[in-house]
T-cell receptor
Framework: GAVVSQHPSWVICKSGTSVKIECRSLDFQATTMFWYRQFPKQSLMLMATSNEGSKATYEQGVEKDKFLINHASLTLSTLTVTSAHPEDSSFYIC?????????????FGPGTRLTVL | KQEVTQIPAALSVPEGENLVLNCSFTDSAIYNLQWFRQDPGKGLTSLLLIQSSQREQTSGRLNASLDKSSGRSTLYIAASQPGDSATYLCALLPHDYKLSFGAGTTVTVRA
């Protein structure tokens, strides 16, 4: 089945530093990947849509200069949280859409827990 | 904008009881509806995906129905077990491919 990995699974960083999270589709190609964040006891909120070879599309209220997204290949998208602050602490989850799939299904990564001190 | 509501927010049942989780939505123009399970601190596990043209899907003890005309989906879990304790999320895929999630129902199955 379609597998999506994320790295790292958790990260702790100091305030003001930048953190990069990778999302990979392991056994399929994905021109589109999605980035979500989830606060404790809340549902997933879409942050941005990552398109291979073009700029990401950000949802309203998400700072594009704060959350840099790069989708350099059909199997890799990265999210960089720049100048991280404690309020950026959250669970970040990516998903990837299988181009060859007939059901438009998205497959989710295991998530990355970011803690900013 | 699609709004997805899940009721109840939390549910506690004794082992062996059947579970009924509800999901309602406002816009029926969707490709599919998907039910996920999320364990604490973990990612999402896809349980069932119902295509827009389908009425239900079944997998083992799980059965999900979809009624687009009324904007409702129901996830049934038969003969619940303590291992079924988790948060269950429903999500709708509209034609712009941006999934809309409900807030989830947190289920506790007591041994």
């Amino acid at each position: 089945g379609a597998v999506v990995s994320q790295h790292p699974s958790w990260v702790i960083c100091k305030s003001g530093t930048s953190v990069k999270i990778e999302c990979r589709s392991l056994d399929f190609q994905a021109t589109t990947m999605f980035w979500y964040r989830q606060f404790p006891k809340q549902s997933l909120m879409l942050m941005a849509t990552s398109n291979e070879g073009s700029k990401a599309t950000y949802e309203q209220g998400v700072e594009k200069d704060k959350f840099l997204i790069n989708h350099a290949s059909l199997t890799l998208s990265t999210l960089t949280v720049t100048s991280a602050h404690p309020e950026d602490s959250s669970f970040y989850i990516c998903s990837a859409r299988d181009l060859s799939g007939v059901y438009n299904e998205q497959f989710f990564g295991p998530g990355t827990r970011l803690t900013v001190l | 904008k699609q709004e997805v509501t899940q009721i109840p927010a939390a549910l506690s049942v004794p082992e062996g009881e059947n579970l009924v989780l509800n999901c309602s939505f406002t816009d029926s123009a969707i490709y599919n509806l998907q039910w996920f399970r999320q364990d604490p601190g973990k990612g999402l596990t896809s349980l069932l995906l119902i295509q827009s043209s389908q009425r239900e899907q079944t997998s083992g003890r799980l059965n999900a129905s979809l009624d687009k005309s009324s904007g409702r989906s129901t996830l049934y879990i038969a003969a619940s077990q303590p291992g079924d304790s988790a948060t269950y999320l429903c999500a709708l895929l509209p034609h712009d491919y941006k999934l809309s999630f409900g807030a989830g129902t947190t289920v506790t199955v007591r041994a």
